[in-house]
Every structure is written in structure tokens, then in C-alpha cells.
């Protein structure tokens, strides 16, 4: 893995807040900035508490709120393998219809990675991902994943490698003002 922050497009849109499918391992949307009582109620964090802290911290940021987190262990020849995601937009709704604001968001985070020194076993990805936000007047417009994967010769450490790579984002996203 490289020490580099890749960008990507998805314009395949996510609905926010999203029903729950016919699934017994999913559930419905909750807006965690609002209800942060239930942050312990996710599954995806159930075997991942470093996690649930640095949700509460992107929400005191002011300017964003998390609307996605998941994650999963993988086993990659003799080394295992995490990947996860975080996904988040800005509070300000109008702020969500302009891709343009993302975009500058993945800038100055590719400019924050770059002045930091990262394990090599970290790999960054940024999403600038379609979203259709629902609940109120409808509006189609724009939300930022970041996905996060480590590697390691225990499942332990590589766990312990996306951990440094969510404190990275909150750091980075602390330090933002509203675009």
C-alpha cells in the first residue's frame, strides 16, 4: 500500500436516511448527530469501540455529520486485511448540492495526508459520492466517503492501522470552517 489519498466518483446515489432492506444484518438509518445515544447500537461498531469516540467528534466539528460507517475483516494471503468506511456531509443542506465543495474537501485533505507521515500499511480513498437526501424537501446532491483499509500479520494490527487513519480524518475535519 502506498502513502497516497485516491479519489473517486460515485454517481450511483445513496438514499440518506435510507430504509432498512430485508436483511437481518442491516438496519434502518438514525442520524447519530442527532441521537448519539444510539452510536452503541451499531452493528458495524459492535466489535470496534476505538470507533465510537471518533463519531462524537466528527459531529462536534460543527460544519459535518456521519450518515454511513461499516467495516470488515479479510484475510489476504498470510496477512489479514481491514477495510471500512466513513461517510459524512456537511450539516449545511445547501452545502450537499454542489460537488465542487467535496472536491475541495478531498483537496485539502490530500494536502493534510501529504504533510503527515503514514504507515505504509494504510491505504486512503476518498469518494465524492451522489446522495439523495430525503426527510424534508428533497434534494439530490453530493456526501464524502472515506475509505480506510490496513493490513497486518494479525487480525488485531490490522485493525490497529485504519484506527490511525480515522484519527487522521477527525483531526483534519476539526480543523475545517463551512466552504
Given at each position: 500500500?502506498?502513502?497516497?489519498?485516491?479519489?473517486?466518483?460515485?454517481?450511483?446515489?445513496?438514499?440518506?436516511?435510507?430504509?432498512?432492506?430485508?436483511s437481518?444484518?442491516s438496519?434502518?438509518?438514525?442520524?447519530?448527530?442527532?441521537?448519539p445515544?444510539?452510536?452503541?447500537?451499531?452493528?458495524?461498531?459492535?466489535?470496534?469501540?476505538?470507533?465510537?469516540?471518533?463519531?462524537?467528534?466528527?459531529?462536534?466539528t460543527?460544519?459535518?455529520?456521519?450518515?454511513?460507517?461499516?467495516?470488515?475483516?479479510?484475510?489476504?494471503?498470510k496477512?489479514?486485511?481491514?477495510?471500512?468506511?466513513?461517510?459524512?456531509?456537511?450539516?449545511?443542506?445547501a452545502?450537499?448540492?454542489?460537488?465542487?465543495?467535496?472536491?475541495?474537501?478531498?483537496?485539502?485533505?490530500?494536502?493534510?495526508?501529504?504533510?503527515?507521515?503514514?504507515?505504509?500499511?494504510?491505504?486512503?480513498?476518498?469518494?465524492?459520492?451522489?446522495?439523495?437526501?430525503?426527510?424534508?424537501?428533497?434534494?439530490?446532491?453530493?456526501?464524502?466517503?472515506?475509505?480506510?483499509k490496513?493490513?497486518?500479520?494479525?487480525?488485531?494490527m490490522?485493525?490497529?492501522?485504519?484506527?490511525?487513519?480515522?484519527?487522521?480524518?477527525?483531526?483534519?475535519?476539526?480543523?475545517?470552517?463551512?466552504?
Amino acid at each position: 500500500m502506498s502513502n497516497q489519498l485516491v479519489l473517486y466518483i460515485n454517481f450511483d446515489p445513496i438514499g440518506v436516511p435510507y430504509r432498512k432492506p430485508d436483511s437481518e444484518s442491516s438496519h434502518e438509518y438514525i442520524d447519530l448527530k442527532a441521537e448519539p445515544e444510539k452510536i452503541p447500537l451499531l452493528p458495524e461498531l459492535e466489535h470496534w469501540p476505538e470507533i465510537r469516540h471518533l463519531i462524537p467528534a466528527i459531529h462536534a466539528t460543527a460544519y459535518f455529520k456521519t450518515i454511513g460507517v461499516g467495516a470488515w475483516p479479510k484475510r489476504v494471503s498470510k496477512e489479514s486485511e481491514f477495510r471500512s468506511y466513513l461517510q459524512f456531509c456537511f450539516n449545511d443542506r445547501a452545502a450537499n448540492e454542489d460537488a465542487m465543495n467535496y472536491y475541495y474537501i478531498y483537496h485539502q485533505f490530500a494536502l493534510f495526508i501529504e504533510r503527515r507521515t503514514i504507515p505504509k500499511e494504510l491505504a486512503l480513498s476518498f469518494v465524492v459520492a451522489r446522495t439523495d437526501y430525503n426527510g424534508g424537501p428533497p434534494l439530490i446532491g453530493w456526501s464524502a466517503q472515506v475509505i480506510i483499509k490496513g493490513r497486518g500479520k494479525s487480525p488485531l494490527m490490522a485493525r490497529a492501522v485504519p484506527n490511525q487513519g480515522y484519527e487522521l480524518l477527525v483531526e483534519f475535519l476539526s480543523s475545517q470552517r463551512p466552504v
